[in-house]
Nanobody, 116 residues
Framework: VQLQASGGGTVQAGGSLRLSCTAS????????MRWYRQAPGNQRELVAV?????????NYASSVKGRYTISRDNAKNTVYLQMNSLKPEDTAVYYC?????????WGQGTQVTVSS
């Protein structure tokens, strides 16, 4: 499985971005999908999680709850991260990952920069 993230960019504080992560292969709907982020000098932080299948279960880091929404479209093999009310502290490289025990798949990062 290969994951390709896109949608990053530079936005002013208060703005919005939508990240996409598209997977190759045929097992996407079996993958639990996650978005992480890593700011310079910081550890990688789990931002949002969506369950496999229909994606009926989602969880968010407290720092983004109410502002970010994770969703998935299995027909397109794609997971999304809608980011609203962005803050400068949201600036980071964002990574998508897929998990199907025992394997963990990673995509390349996409840079999100929020200017004040």
């Amino acid at each position: 499985v290969q994951l390709q993230a896109s949608g990053g960019g530079t936005v002013q504080a208060g703005g919005s971005l939508r990240l996409s992560c598209t997977a190759s292969g045929s097992i996407f709907d079996s993958l639990a999908m996650r978005w992480y982020r890593q700011a310079p000098g910081n550890q990688r932080e789990l931002v949002a999680v969506i369950s496999s299948g229909s994606g009926g279960t989602t969880n968010y880091a407290s720092s983004v709850k109410g502002r970010y929404t994770i969703s998935r479209d299995n027909a397109k093999n794609t997971v999304y991260l809608q980011m609203n009310s962005l803050k400068p502290e949201d600036t980071a490289v964002y990574y998508c990952s897929g998990f199907l025990w025992p394997k963990h798949y990673w995509g390349q990062g996409t840079q999100v920069t929020v200017s004040s």
